[in-house]
């Protein structure tokens, strides 16, 4: 992205900029309730995924072996090709009785506990939030005190920058699901599907689809530095690159502000929301304070 903004409050834009440091928050401490503390759900065709597993798991035993991550079954399976080989598919079904029809029970009944500990892992961790829409007529009034804040514009073109690492927000209708058809099946028949990056990757960058207008890009930093609700980082002073003043910031506040900007961020481009008079949306032009 060439940009990335945050918006803020005037008192926000001021600690911000006076110590050089940005907030950032665990889930707790998010607006959206849901966000990175939903309930995994488990949303499969039972008798599709007992089907392709048992297909898979013969497949496993038999055929030309697959250069996967396994699970504890799937070393299983390994030893039972080495020790037992040849085995019928009718032989090989009745080694392993109804283990995966007794596994997707005991995943149906505990679903619900296993999502809670899997998110009770992520409760302390950090991200940083910023969207890549500068003139969002609602984010002004949600999150910029009314119109009337700040909102701060950073690039990610400086070194070591933490920004490097922000991803786009995927904004979808339902809870996700802990596994889908193919993926259980695949556990199912001996592999392991379930990696830390995938979960993450779900937790961290899901939302539901009630904040799309928002257009979030996040960073993720994991437990951070501690385990307190939140830390104030320092930022290189090259990633904040632009300052945009409210419609209704004031006058008297924009050239506190220009000042303190001024003398500390010399490069920093200033500039301002103005209300267009022919239709519902904001313009960003420069100015001079």
């Not at 007794?102 to 500990?117: D, F, T, V």
């Not at 005190?145 to 400086?158: K, M, P, S, W, Y």
Request: net charge negative; hydrophobic share 40%; glycine share 4%.
């Amino acid at each position: 992205m060439p940009h990335f903004f945050k918006y803020v409050t005037r008192d926000t834009a001021h600690k911000i900029i006076g110590n050089g440091t940005l907030r950032w928050s665990s889930p707790p401490l998010l607006n959206d309730p849901f966000d990175m503390q939903f309930a995994f759900q488990l949303r499969i065709d039972r008798q599709a995924v007992l089907a392709m597993a048992r297909d898979k798991l013969w497949q496993h035993y038999s055929g030309e072996l697959v250069d996967r991550p396994l699970n504890m079954l799937g070393h299983g399976i390994r030893l039972l090709r080495d020790t037992v080989p040849g085995m019928s598919r009718e032989e090989l079904r009745q080694a392993f009785g109804n283990s995966d029809d007794e596994s997707m029970g005991i995943l149906e009944k505990n679903i619900a506990r296993y999502s809670q500990e899997i998110l009770s892992q992520f409760i302390n961790d950090k991200i940083f939030c910023l969207s890549d829409l500068a003139d969002s007529i609602p984010m002004w009034a949600y999150y910029a005190q009314n119109h009337a804040g700040i909102v701060l514009r950073f690039t990610d073109e400086t070194p070591d920058n933490p920004l490097t690492q922000a991803r786009r927000v995927r904004y979808v209708e339902k809870m996700p699901s802990l596994f889908d058809n193919e993926m259980l099946s695949d556990d199912l028949a001996g592999y392991n599907c379930m990696t830390p990056e995938r979960i993450i990757d779900e937790i961290v960058w899901t939302k539901s689809s009630h904040w799309a207008h928002e257009r979030e890009w996040r960073v993720y930093a994991g437990i951070g530095r501690s385990n307190a609700p939140y830390e104030d980082i320092p930022f290189n002073a090259k990633e904040l690159d632009g300052v945009i003043f409210g419609v209704r910031t004031t006058v008297a506040e924009r050239r506190l502000l220009a000042a303190l900007v001024r003398a500390r961020y010399p490069h920093v481009e200033l500039l301002q929301a103005k209300a267009r008079p022919d239709t519902y949306e904001l313009v960003i032009e420069c100015a001079d304070y």
